[in-house]
């Protein structure tokens, strides 16, 4: 069974930096799509930026591009979100998701295309 555990969420001033960590286990996640989704309150859960674990390739949300960086350490089956220039826009609750065993390329957007999530960690960005 796959399992996704996020940390690394927190409260910051806008304009700061965090990192958020997804370890992935239970699969070989070598032809799977790990993807960052975030939910503000009383919002769609969107998708912020995805990683093909096979290869590296990236895509990104528009909202993030530039800001937002995606990767992945292959020895710990992890995969890192790194923020930059938060603003309070950017304050939601954070998931890491995974689509496989096969998945296509470019990503896939929509969370309902993802079957199996992390819990979720809090990011808020103050003013």
């Known amino acids: 069974q796959v399992q996704l555990v996020e940390s690394g969420g927190g409260l910051v001033q806008a304009g700061g930096s965090l990192r958020l960590s997804c370890a992935a286990s239970g699969r070989t996640f070598s032809s799977y799509v790990l993807g960052w989704f975030r939910q503000a309150p009383g919002k769609e859960r969107e998708f912020v930026a995805a990683i093909r674990w096979s290869g590296g390739y990236v895509y990104y949300a528009d909202s993030v591009k530039g800001r937002f960086t995606i990767s992945r350490d292959n020895a710990k089956n992890t995969v890192y979100l790194q923020m930059n220039i938060l603003k309070p826009e950017d304050t939601a609750v954070y998931y890491c998701?995974?689509?496989?065993?096969?998945?296509?390329?470019?990503?896939?957007?929509?969370?309902?295309?993802?079957?199996?999530w992390g819990q979720g960690t809090q990011v808020t960005v103050s003013s």
């Open positions: 998701a995974a689509d496989g065993p096969v998945a296509g390329w470019p990503p896939l957007r929509r969370y309902q295309a993802y079957p199996y």
